[in-house]
C-alpha cells in the first residue's frame, strides 16, 4: 500500500503542506502527503486573497524560489491590485483576489503533476519518535507509515474548537471534523503546547445585495502578475470589489450579544490576531469610531458566493444577521453561512532551528499556524522552507537558511525562533530591517540563484532572470553615461516645476529629482531609441526607475547589512553553557539557553538579552 520508508510525510495540505509536498517532491525526495480531505487542498479557509502588505513580497519570495503560490495566484485570480503605488517601491504590494472553488483545484491538479509525490486520505493520530528521532506517523486506522523526515502542517486542526455564540463543538473548519492526538504525542516528547484563535466572516448570497448602494473597488488598469515565469498572464478581464461600512446602529446591535460571545463571557481565553480583529472586538476597543469599513469581496469568476471582509465575528448567528442587515446594501442579505471563531493547539516556535527542524526531535519540522502564525503567505512559506529542508537533510546537503537582508522569509522565520510569539503572527514590511533591498520587483534577483544551487528552479528560470537583470543594469549604465542638453530637458523639468539646467548633464541627475518618472524620461527621443533598440520590456524599464532613483537608500540598507552580517558570522558553540558567564543578566542567560542562538546576530535579536549582555558574551567568547 505504501512504499517502505519515505523521505519525507507531510502532514496536512493547507498552504503550507501544499508547498511542502511539492518543494520536497521536486528536489527528488520520495514524498507522501497525508490530509483529512483531499477535496480541500489549499483551501482557502478565510478571505479568498493573496497578496496584500508584506504578504505580496512573500509569494513572489516564494515564487522566486520555485514555489507555486504565486503561479495558482497567477492562474485563479479574478482581480490584481498593487498596493501603496503612492508610496515607495520598498512598500509597493501585489495583491489578487481569488477565485476559491479553482484555487484549490489548480493547486491539486499541480500537485498531482508532481512526480515523487503520493497522496493518503486519512487523519493522522499520532506520530512514531524513537531515541529522540522522528520515525514515522500513526494514522487513525491504525497504519504506521515510516518515514526519515516528517513536516507537520496541521494548520487549525489541532484539538480544533469552533465557536458561533455559546454554541461550540469540535471542529477544524467549518464542516471539516478536529485532529485528535498528535499535540498528546508531541507533549509527552517533551514540547511546550498552548492555544490561539482566528477568526472567520459570515458567508452571504450575492443576489441578495445592492451594490448601488456600495462603493466600487476596480482593480488596477493595467494589471501586473505574481510570478516571475512565462507561463503565466496577467488579467485581461477582471471582476470588481464593493466597499461599504457599518454605522452606530450596527454596533448597537452587536453589543446586544456581547454577553453571548465567547470572547466576552470567558469562553475564549486565547488570543487572536491583533491586526485582524473581530468586529466586536473593534467596535469594543475603538468605541470612539462611528463606522468600520467592510469589503465585499466575491468567491469567484461564477458563484454568487461573497466574503464580508472586516465582519470577522463569533457572535450568535441571530445577531450577526440582524447586524448585517442593517448594513447599508445588506438590507435583504440572505447567509450561506455564520462567522465563528476558532481555538486550536500551537507550540511556541522557540522549539525549532532556522531550518524549521524542531531542537528535541531530529527529522521533526513544523510549518503554518502550529508555529503561530497567521495568513496563507506566511504558512506556505514555512511550508516551502520545511519541505526544502527536509529533503536536503534526507539527501545529506547543506540546508537551506535565508538570512534577514535576503528575504522577507528570512526576518519570518528568524523573528519566530528568536523572539517567539504570544498571539498569531503576521508579517509586516515594518518587521523587515531592509525592506528597500527586498522589495517585491526584485525577489528573483535574491532567491533565484539559490534555489537554482539547491535544484528546485529551473535553468530557464535562472537564465530568464539573469536577462532581466543585465538588462536592467545597462540602462542604468546608459542613464549614467547619456547626457541630455537643455533644450531637450528644460521642456520636461518646467512642466514639473522642477529647477531647470543651464549646462549639459547626465540623464541619471536628472532622472534622480523625485518630480521625474519614466514616463517623463521616455519623451525623450535618446531613451526610446535605445528601448528600440534593446528591445526593453516595461519589467525591465521599472526595474531600471528603481534602480535610478533609490540607488542612494539601496546602496546605505547595503552597507548596513553587511555590518551586520560580521555578526552572523560569529558562531556561538552548540553547547556553550552561559550559565558560567557571571556578569551576564539572568534574564538573558534563562532566553539565549532556551533558545540557543546560532550566532551572535540571532542572540543580539532575542528579547530580554541587552547590548551589555551582547557585548559580554563577545569579550567571554574571546572576541
Excluded at 522522528?134 to 507509515?145: E, V
Excluded at 451594490?211 to 471582476?239: A, R, V, W
Excluded at 555578526?567 to 532556551?594: G, H, R, T, V, W
Excluded at 542562538?597 to 567568547?621: F, K, N, W
Amino acid at each position: 500500500m505504501f512504499q517502505d520508508t519515505y523521505d519525507v510525510i507531510v502532514v496536512g495540505a493547507g498552504h503550507a503542506g501544499s508547498e511542502a509536498a511539492a518543494a520536497a517532491a521536486n528536489l527528488g525526495a520520495k514524498t507522501l502527503l497525508v490530509t483529512m480531505s483531499l477535496q480541500n487542498i489549499a483551501q482557502m479557509s478565510c478571505n479568498p486573497a493573496m497578496g496584500g502588505i508584506a504578504k505580496g513580497q512573500i509569494v513572489r519570495e516564494i515564487d522566486a524560489l520555485g514555489g507555486y503560490s504565486g503561479i495558482v495566484s497567477d492562474k485563479t485570480a479574478i482581480q490584481f491590485k498593487m498596493l501603496n503605488k503612492s508610496k515607495g517601491p520598498a512598500m509597493w504590494s501585489p495583491r489578487v483576489q481569488s477565485d476559491r472553488m479553482r484555487f484549490a483545484e489548480e493547486w491539486r491538479l499541480m500537485l498531482e503533476q508532481t512526480p515523487n509525490l503520493d497522496f493518503y486520505q486519512e487523519m493522522v493520530s499520532g506520530l512514531i519518535i524513537e531515541n529522540g528521532q522522528i520515525k514515522g506517523i500513526k494514522t487513525s486506522l491504525g497504519i504506521h507509515i515510516k518515514a526519515k523526515t516528517v513536516v507537520l502542517t496541521n494548520g487549525t486542526f489541532l484539538n480544533g474548537l469552533i465557536h458561533i455564540g455559546e454554541k461550540q463543538f469540535g471542529g477544524g473548519r467549518a464542516g471539516e471534523s478536529a485532529a485528535y492526538g498528535v499535540t498528546e504525542d508531541l507533549v509527552k516528547a517533551g514540547f511546550e503546547s498552548g492555544r490561539m484563535k482566528t477568526g472567520t466572516p459570515p458567508r452571504v448570497d450575492g443576489r441578495s445585495l445592492d451594490y448601488t448602494k456600495m462603493n466600487e473597488e476596480k482593480g488596477d488598469i493595467k494589471p501586473d502578475k505574481f510570478s516571475y515565469s512565462d507561463i503565466t498572464k496577467p488579467l485581461t478581464l477582471q471582476k470588481s470589489c464593493y466597499m461599504t461600512y457599518t454605522s452606530l446602529d450596527v454596533h448597537d446591535i452587536l453589543r446586544e450579544g456581547f454577553d453571548r460571545s465567547p470572547m466576552f463571557n470567558g469562553r475564549i481565553k486565547s488570543l487572536g490576531p491583533r491586526y485582524c480583529p473581530s468586529i466586536e472586538d473593534k467596535i469594543n476597543r475603538f468605541a470612539d469610531k462611528e463606522r468600520h469599513q467592510l469589503f465585499v469581496e466575491p468567491e469567484g469568476w461564477n458563484t454568487v458566493e461573497v466574503y464580508v471582509n472586516g465582519f470577522s465575528t463569533s457572535l450568535p448567528e441571530d445577531i450577526q444577521f440582524k447586524a448585517l442587515s442593517s448594513v447599508v446594501g445588506f438590507e435583504k442579505v440572505k447567509f450561506f453561512r455564520p462567522g465563528y471563531a476558532i481555538e486550536y493547539d500551537y507550540f511556541p516556535p522557540t522549539q525549532l532551528k532556522h531550518t524549521l527542524e524542531t531542537k528535541l526531535v531530529e527529522g521533526l519540522y513544523f510549518a503554518g499556524q502550529i508555529n503561530g502564525t497567521t495568513g496563507y503567505e506566511e504558512a506556505a512559506s514555512q511550508g516551502l522552507m520545511a519541505g526544502i529542508n527536509a529533503a536536503l537533510k534526507v539527501q545529506e546537503r547543506a540546508p537551506l537558511i535565508l538570512k534577514r537582508d535576503e528575504a522577507y522569509i528570512g526576518v519570518l522565520i528568524d523573528d519566530l525562533i528568536t523572539k517567539g510569539t504570544e498571539e498569531p503572527y503576521r508579517m509586516f514590511t515594518s518587521r523587515a530591517e531592509f525592506r528597500t533591498l527586498l522589495r517585491q520587483d526584485n525577489a528573483d534577483f535574491r532567491l533565484t540563484p539559490l534555489s537554482f544551487e539547491i535544484g528546485l528552479a529551473s535553468e530557464k528560470r535562472l537564465r530568464r532572470m539573469e536577462h532581466k537583470l543585465n538588462e536592467s543594469e545597462k540602462m542604468v549604465a546608459f542613464f549614467k553615461e547619456t547626457s541630455i542638453n537643455p533644450a531637450e530637458a528644460n521642456p520636461i523639468l518646467e512642466s514639473k516645476e522642477t529647477a531647470l539646467i543651464d549646462q549639459s548633464d547626465k540623464m541619471f541627475k536628472m532622472f534622480s529629482r523625485p518630480q521625474i518618472d519614466l514616463e517623463d524620461m521616455m519623451k525623450l527621443d535618446k531613451v526610446n531609441e535605445y528601448i528600440a533598440a534593446n528591445e526593453i520590456d516595461l519589467e525591465i524599464l521599472e526595474q531600471a526607475e528603481i534602480q535610478v532613483k533609490y540607488s542612494g537608500y539601496i546602496e546605505k540598507e547595503r552597507n548596513n547589512a553587511n555590518k551586520l552580517l560580521r555578526l552572523e558570522d560569529l558562531k556561538i558553540p552548540d553547547d556553550f553553557d552561559y550559565n558560567n558567564i557571571k556578569s551576564m543578566s539572568i534574564e538573558a542567560k534563562q532566553k539565549l539557553s532556551k533558545i540557543r542562538p546560532v550566532t551572535i546576530s540571532q542572540a543580539s535579536r532575542i528579547s530580554g538579552v541587552s547590548p551589555s549582555d551582547i557585548s559580554v558574551l563577545l569579550i567571554y567568547m574571546g572576541r
